[in-house]
């Protein structure tokens, strides 16, 4: 059998068309999620209207999708699974794919070629540099710290962006940063980043107009359940194309992407190829990133501490089930106002299906790992408009409480296997934070005061009081027990008992 290249590709195989030599779009994480997702919808939309939209791809450090897709021609396939069966097809939309951690002088280059006119990002939750205190820009964050000490040779993501735009300011051609990532108001909060870093570094007003003035942010919500690859990936791939893909994606057959439709210099036909084009956007984000995420994360942590190592697993467990829908029904559905037109019990009801999809056999280590910077999506606001109103939000409080019992155990407490697996780059800080605690209780006040969460969600005893008290609980008699607690309280409507501290 032969590698996927141009050659080999079955013409019948090809993913809406392929791209033009020319570049419009620079992206950053040249991950699994972006290449099942916005890569997609711009093949698709090349097919409805042609335009110079190819992509010019940076992955941030590793050469593991570079190279192969490098050696393809920047062709892939996407396996798409459900419970109907698999479909495999190719993506050809990207033009170049570099790494930024080789030479970051290429990626600026990129940002500054004014051909170039949109920059999109996936560079998850973690790459905004973003407070968990405050949400403003970390200046503690080592990297940010480094940058802004020498703001012309920067290493994050927040600092490179700031150095492109300032240098594009010198032709001042208008340009668009889209955030295709997982963040309340994206758009608002990557301007917002761009902005705080541009202003400490003692950017010239020139730059700081050029990017309030001639640079749009607009807001997204990107939808897609995308997995790790597997081996057998490449094996169904072959199976199905008849070649070998050396890199290529698995992911579902739901995808959805909704976009305010503020592009400075213009944008492909991503809504010819299915994506909203819509002036609710951040309703459409609260609504997937709490229904969604949030009960991702507690399916993920209630799951991983239950021993199920697959998201279809750990949904299949009845005391998941239970308390994932009465989260979504006692915590979540009250903190939003839905975006006009959605039937938001067809929207659960779809989700109930994602989540018990085995064909895609997403795991919980993966949906787990980052939790400390995922999390701050999905747990603080709905959780401060239930305290606020009165209620104890005891899901959420669970989601909590298992996501610290998996990510920073309290002593004599073993998660498993499964918890073990979950990547979290505050593992360490939390197990500094929780040095010294004696019993469950201290230990997860510890972690609820060590600036994981912001300092308002925090300030509720009541919130801290029944999160530690669901700690004690797992660590004392099992997940599945502090399951059945919170799910009596959430049933029963218990109210706040303690003021704000
Ligand atoms: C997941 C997301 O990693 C996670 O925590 O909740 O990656 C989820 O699969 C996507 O956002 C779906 O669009």
Known sequence: MRPLTRETTPPAALIGASAPLETGIVHLGLGNFHRAHAAVYTAQALAAEFGDWGIAGFANASRRVVDPLTAQDHRYSILQLSEHGAQAGVVDVHRSAAVLADDQSAFIAALVRPQHRILTLTISETGYSRSSRTGRLDLDEPAI????????????????????????????????????????????????????????????????????????????????????????????????????????????????????????G??????????????????????????????????????GLDGQSTIPDAWRQPFIRDAVLAGIRTDYLPSIALPQGLDVDAYVESLTHRWANSALGDRTARVGSDGSTKLLQRIPAPAEHALKSGRVPHQLALTTAAWICAISPPAGFTPGSIADEMQDAARHRMVEATRGARGPRAHAIAVLNAGFLPDSLTAHAAFVDRVAELVDVIVRHGVRAAASDALRSSTSGSTVREEVR
């Open 145 to 264: 710290t480094a940058d802004l000490a020498d703001p012309q040779h920067p290493v994050s993501a927040v600092g490179l962006m700031a150095l492109g735009l300032a240098r594009r300011a010198e032709h001042g051609e208008p340009f668009t940063v889209l955030s295709c990532d997982n963040l309340q108001s994206a758009g608002h909060a990557t301007r917002a980043v761009v902005t705080e870093f541009l202003e400490a570094s003692g950017a010239d007003a020139d730059v700081l107009s050029y990017v309030e003035s001639r640079v749009a942010f607009p807001n997204a919500m990107v939808d897609r359940i995308v997995p790790a690859t597997t081996p057998a990936t490449t094996d169904e791939v072959s199976a199905l194309l008849g070649v070998i893909d050396a890199c290529p994606v698995r992911a579902e057959d739901f995808s959805m992407w909704v976009l305010e439709d503020e592009f400075a």
């Open 266 to 303: 213009g944008r492909p036909a991503w809504d010819r190829a299915g994506a909203i084009m819509s002036d609710e956007v951040e309703r459409y984000e609260v609504v997937k990133l709490r229904l969604l995420n949030g009960s991702h994360s507690l399916i993920a942590y209630l799951g």
